[in-house]
T-cell receptor
Framework: QQPVQSPQAVILREGEDAVINCSSS?????VHWYRQKHGEAPVFLMI?????EQKGHDKISASFNEKKQQSSLYLTASQLSYSGTYFC???????????FGTGTSLTVIP | NAGVTQTPKFRVLKTGQSMTLLCAQD?????MYWYRQDPGMGLRLIHY???????AKGEVPDGYNVSRLKKQNFLLGLESAAPSQTSVYFC?????????????FGPGTRLTVL
């Protein structure tokens, strides 16, 4: 039930781009993205509620491909503040079947 | 607004001891959740509540009990702690169902069971 994220870890230089993928073996009804800095609580980034939806703010955006049961998070022109672990959360069917992925560690270096 | 708060922040238990973790939210949210986070495993849902007086099992409920006697509080209990319950515990709340709404997380409780 837990979605699979890839890659597990990525190291970037400031200004580089990254893509984090989240895939599920089950049909998805929504996808959330959260970022967690070391020793802190996860913080909400965005939610995608329907297939084909794309969202973004600042230089972080995401897409939701309902047919492929996957979502991707795009980070462009990365900044040092983007470092952290990114989690996708997926709603399977309706109701409260909500699962987080195992996370992707992103490190941005100067 | 304090948001979501958790008590305590750290705790060390011996195997077999019991304890209760307290989560409080001041956002008038209906839905509350308890997760555990282990290295490489992400966040896994233990129990959740869709309103005062209601609770339901999540993905990994064994060894835990919960209660939601007041809307703003969600308690997580360990009756007989085991080393496998060493983890970081996060409480979260949301206005609507988890899949449709933002979850706001507390700062976490780091629990070690010896």
């Amino acid at each position: 039930q837990q979605p699979v994220q890839s890659p597990q870890a990525v190291i970037l230089r400031e200004g580089e781009d990254a893509v984090i993928n989240c895939s599920s073996s089950k049909a998805l009804y929504s996808v959330h993205w959260y970022r967690q800095k070391h020793g802190e609580a996860p913080v909400f980034l965005m939610i995608l509620l329907k297939g084909g939806e794309q969202k973004g703010h600042d230089k972080i955006s995401a897409s939701f491909n309902e047919k492929k049961q996957q979502s991707s998070l795009y980070l462009t022109a990365s900044q040092l503040s983007y470092s952290g672990t990114y989690f996708c959360g997926t709603e399977i069917n309706t109701g409260n079947q909500f699962y987080f992925g195992t996370g992707t560690s992103l490190t941005v270096i100067p | 607004n304090a948001g979501v708060t958790q008590t305590p922040k750290f705790r060390v238990l011996k195997t077999g001891q019991s304890m209760t973790l307290l989560c409080a939210q001041d956002m008038n949210h209906e839905y509350m959740y308890w997760y555990r986070q282990d290295p490489g495993m992400g966040l896994r849902l233990i129990h959740y509540s869709v309103g005062e007086g209601t609770t339901a099992k999540g993905e990994v409920p064994d060894g835990y009990n919960v209660s939601r006697l007041k809307k703003q509080n969600f308690l997580l209990g360990l009756e007989s702690a085991a080393p496998s319950q060493t983890s970081v515990y996060f409480c979260a709340s949301s206005h609507d169902l988890a899949g449709a709404d933002t979850q706001y997380f507390g700062p976490g409780t780091r629990l070690t069971v010896l």
